[in-house]
């Protein structure tokens, strides 16, 4: 371990904030790690529950194309500390990991949970790192280079003491805006604001959007998964899995298409996207398929059985169709392969899996310190991008991370 005597404090406890610390400290710098949560990396945990998906196996170039007009900030992040980079950390920290058939990264065996005891287990190793839980940033004097925190005492949860710390660096690493209780509240932008750093104003992405079923619907319909169906919204179009939900829809394609999806619901109010239900045959193939169908077997049945069109799918069809476009092959043909279905609102932030917003990327420099004030860097869910989910988001942390460890490293 090299020899440091710069003191270093991180603020935010989240992938981005562990990871930055985990580069630092091997370089020799005294780090200090805050949040205000009572443990650490309560999102990361959260990301866990439906298997978490680390990072993607795509080549750089297309990887990076997934953050948008974004894409050329990634690229260089990315060429620095990559999806390749991160799966070996993971096997050095005991975390093996593997490719599943849509080109996304999964750990093999271990949880989330079991996946952050090993990381903390790694910082805590080193002695110069100090970890400071329920403390929580609540100004910053950015020229003198001191931030006040709250501490929250562990017998009396009510007696709050501010204590004022300065530090030769300070990383910001407090994420979005969604999952509250996680502990990324947004707050902190008020900080930032008051200083005259440009903050966009948060929005929900990767989330679900409402549209009101009928009570028929929500009833027989409830939750159900359209697997391979293809989504499609103007010039944007992507096959996957639909998930019809009482208030509306979610799924993965739904996720990847919801930033375009909330912006035109932004201009008009609404926005409708069309479901291709059988997007492996044409519209005359399916024509043909439906003209096949014997006087005694039902629609239904026949639906099920040459289109593999389901019991709920069917529901989805009658929901959307009038009962002349239903009951004419030709116009059923058509809505099967080009389904409308209008949406009106996101789900609510809180339950986005990320959020766009936060820190303009114009208040930064391409190492991610603020411009306005040398020595304070910015990293993670915090600045203002998009990306779908796919692992695009925890990549992203981490390879930020990376950066600004790497710039604070080559000044010492
Ligand atoms: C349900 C769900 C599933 C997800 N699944 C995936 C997935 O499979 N793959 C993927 O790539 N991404 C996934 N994500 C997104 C991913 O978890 C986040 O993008 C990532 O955690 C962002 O890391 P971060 O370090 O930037 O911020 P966070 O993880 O949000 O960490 C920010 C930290 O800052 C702390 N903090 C905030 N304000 C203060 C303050 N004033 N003082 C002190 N501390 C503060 C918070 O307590 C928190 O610990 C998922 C998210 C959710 C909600």
């Not at 500390?81 to 799966?87: I, K, Q």
């Not at 994420?175 to 200083?195: D, H, L």
């Not at 389904?339 to 190492?367: C, F, H, K, V, Y």
Request: glycine fraction near 6%.
């Amino acid at each position: 371990m090299n020899k440091s005597n710069k003191k270093v404090i991180i603020f935010g406890a989240g992938p981005s904030g562990l990871f930055c610390a985990y580069h630092l400290l091997k370089t020799g710098h005294q780090v200090e790690l805050y949040d205000h949560q009572g443990g650490v990396g309560k999102k990361f945990l959260v990301a866990g529950h439906g298997g978490l998906n680390l990072t993607h196996s795509e080549d750089l170039d297309q990887f990076a194309l997934k953050y948008g007009k974004d894409s050329q900030h990634f690229s260089s992040y990315l060429s620095e500390f990559s999806p390749e980079n991160l799966r070996q950390w993971c096997h050095n920290l005991g975390v093996e990991t593997f490719i599943g058939t849509s080109g996304r990264v999964f750990p093999k065996k271990l949880k989330s949970s079991e996946i952050l005891f090993l990381w903390l287990k790694t910082l805590k190793e080193f002695p110069n790192f100090r970890l400071n839980l329920k403390h929580k940033l609540i100004d910053i004097d950015f020229q003198e280079k001191i931030a006040v925190v709250q501490s929250k005492d562990k017998e009396d949860k009510e007696d709050k003491k501010e204590l004022k710390i300065s530090a030769d660096y300070f990383i910001y690493g407090l994420g979005g805006a969604s999952w509250k209780k996680t502990g990324s509240t947004g707050e902190w932008t008020q900080i930032f604001i008051r200083n005259q750093i440009k903050c966009n104003a948060f929005q929900p992405m990767n989330c679900g959007f409402e549209r009101k079923w009928s009570e028929y619907f929500k009833e027989k319909v409830d939750r159900y998964p359209l697997k391979n169906v293809k989504v499609t919204l103007a010039h944007h179009s992507i096959l996957g899995e639909v998930m019809l939900t009482p208030y509306g829809i979610e799924g993965t394609t739904i996720y990847a298409l919801s930033k375009q999806i909330r912006e035109e619901i932004n201009q008009f109010q609404k926005a409708t996207i069309y479901l291709d239900l059988c997007p492996h045959w044409s519209e005359e193939k399916v024509l043909e398929k439906l003209s096949k169908k014997k006087v005694k077997t039902s629609l239904s049945q026949h639906l099920k059985k040459s289109l593999h069109i389901s019991k709920e799918c069917n529901i989805l069809l009658k929901e959307l169709t009038t009962d002349d476009e239903y009951k004419t092959s030709s116009s059923l043909a058509k809505r099967i392969k080009n389904l409308p279905i209008e949406l009106n609102r996101p789900r609510p932030m809180e339950e986005a899996i990320s959020t766009s917003g936060g820190i303009d990327w114009q208040e930064l420099t391409p190492n991610l310190e603020l411009k306005k004030y040398p020595n304070h860097f910015v990293m993670g869910e915090m600045i203002d991008f998009d990306a779908p989910t796919g692992g695009y988001l925890l990549q992203a942390a981490f390879s930020m991370a990376y950066r600004v460890a790497q710039n604070i490293n080559s000044m010492l």
